[in-house]
């Protein structure tokens, strides 16, 4: 049998000790800040049905799904002549709702709207949960995008008020402030984008805007445009959209541009009611901001679209500001998610942290704390097995204690041990032989500075400080 070379499939990656203590790192940042604001986390399996997760993310976010074939032989009994078109192809996509019923999730948000309506009498209303768990995507593997990535998901359902998106706003400019990444905090409001769609004279393709406008920041606003009369869309539409897109300056401004067009100040001369709605709630949203004091930096983006169709209100995207990796953090607000499993009239918000690109962002500025690299403080050499007996004890109540220690395996040459210690970023090391034996004392040597001192092998308190 042929040695297999071992790999990983594409998008995807292993992690090792010092990955794993970083990104337990940004786990542990988000999870304090979320906690800190009254959220409680949850989880939900790795599958769902494939009817709870089709036709949620509009047909893009479809085709992105991995489907999970059912157990057995799960092409028994399909006749393959019923989904076979010209020639040797065949109607993949309806073949697979045939022999798949389950999926791989594609976020949390979904499984959290299905897991509110299955847990509805079991939960208090507003509901504040977080989730951090990996998601599956069949994207192309790219820089900053894999087809296995964990997200950081926070939601509150159950209420409408504006202040739940002030504290989203919030939380970003907390863990980033934490993790010292400098962030712009980019928002807009879907009910613009549909005042876009109504102004243009085509609010029936509020969803081709829309997914057309999410890729300005990938192609240029010609290709945009051309997406948009491909589907149908004027070209007085069109020079509506642009006109739009080409609006600058700050908040007031914007909004002042936008309230003017959306009263009739468009070529088309079309009112739109809604646009002026979602208006209304920006100006409430921001003036929440600045009374809150969020220290990042806030703007309205009127070209953010954030394509996901269950969008209905506030959205949010983050970008960093030192690195291009596009961005590492969004969300919104969507008034009826849980209305599809049966539970309508619940409006709810979240956003996401993308762990894999804050990890990017975080490794490509030297970002991460010195301290990590090793989570062992202390490395106990072995001389021989009488100085292991007596070291047992120690090491027991130093863990006691919370410190993290480490007792060299065999009794091998210092050196050795020494190499050990350096390759693991272990700070300090304990070396006792015969004489520490007979004072009843313990050695230890701080390795970058190479200050070392006997200490009472009893004298806890004294160890614990010259640790720090």
């Known amino acids: 049998m042929a040695v297999q070379k071992p790999s990983t499939p594409k998008g995807t990656r292993d992690f090792g000790q010092i990955e794993m203590a970083r990104r337990n790192y940004i786990f542990d940042t988000i999870r304090s800040v979320f906690r800190c604001f009254g959220f409680q986390q949850i989880e939900t399996p790795a599958m769902e049905n494939l009817s709870t997760l089709l036709g949620k993310y509009g047909e ?44 791989l999730r594609y976020d949390l948000t979904v499984p959290f709207a299905r897991y509110v309506v299955q847990h509805q009498n079991d939960i208090s209303f507003p509901f504040k949960r977080y989730q951090i768990q990996p998601v599956w995507r069949a994207d192309r593997p790219q820089k900053g995008r894999y087809r296995e990535f964990y997200q950081c998901d926070v939601d509150v359902i159950g209420s409408t008020s504006l202040l739940n998106e002030l504290e989203l706003v919030q939380m970003v400019d907390a863990v980033f402030g934490k993790l010292g990444i400098g962030v712009n905090i980019h928002i807009n409001n879907r009910k613009l984008l549909t005042g876009f769609a109504e102004i243009a004279g085509a609010p029936d393709k509020v969803t081709d805007i829309t997914v057309a406008i999410d890729k300005l920041d990938k192609i240029c606003i010609e290709k945009v445009e051309e997406e948009m009369a ?46 002026l709605k979602g208006l ?32 209905t209100g506030a959205i949010f995207e983050v970008k960093a500001r030192d690195f291009e990796i596009g961005s590492i953090c969004g ?88 190499e ?49």
């Open 331 to 418: 969300g919104g607000r969507y008034d009826n998610l849980t209305g599809i499993f049966g539970l309508p009239g619940l409006s709810g918000v979240g956003i996401s942290f993308g762990a894999d690109r804050i990890y990017d962002v975080l490794s490509s500025l030297d970002l991460f704390p010195a301290s990590l690299e090793s989570a062992t403080k202390l490395l106990f050499a072995v001389m021989g097995q009488e100085e292991m007996k007596y070291i047992l004890p120690i090491a027991s109540r130093l863990r006691q204690e919370g410190v993290a220690i480490e007792i060299y395996p065999e009794a091998t040459k210092l050196r050795k041990q020494f």
């Open 230 to 275: 491909s589907k149908g869309l004027s070209a007085n539409g069109i020079a509506v959209i642009r006109q739009i897109l080409s609006i600058d300056g700050g908040f007031e401004a914007k909004r002042n541009a936008m309230k003017a067009l959306f009263q009739g100040g468009s070529a088309s001369g079309i009112v739109s009611e809604t646009g």
């Open 60 to 103: 893009e976010g479809d085709k992105l799904l991995f489907r999970v074939l059912n157990s057995g032989d799960c092409f028994s009994g399909v006749d393959l002549e019923n989904f076979r078109l010209e020639g040797d192809c065949f109607n993949s996509k309806a073949l697979s709702l045939k022999v798949c019923e389950k999926g």
């Open 280 to 311: 209304d709630e920006l100006d409430e949203l921001f003036g929440l901001i600045d009374t809150a004091g969020v220290e990042a930096p806030v703007c309205l983006d009127l070209s953010l679209a954030r394509g996901l169709n269950y969008y």
């Open 420 to 468: 050990y210690a350096e390759r693991r970023s272990i700070p300090f090391i304990s070396i006792n032989g015969s004489s520490e034996i007979e004072a009843g004392s313990v050695n230890i040597k701080n390795l970058s500075t190479g200050t070392q001192q006997s200490f009472p092998a009893n004298d806890l308190p004294a160890i614990l400080e010259f640790l720090k």
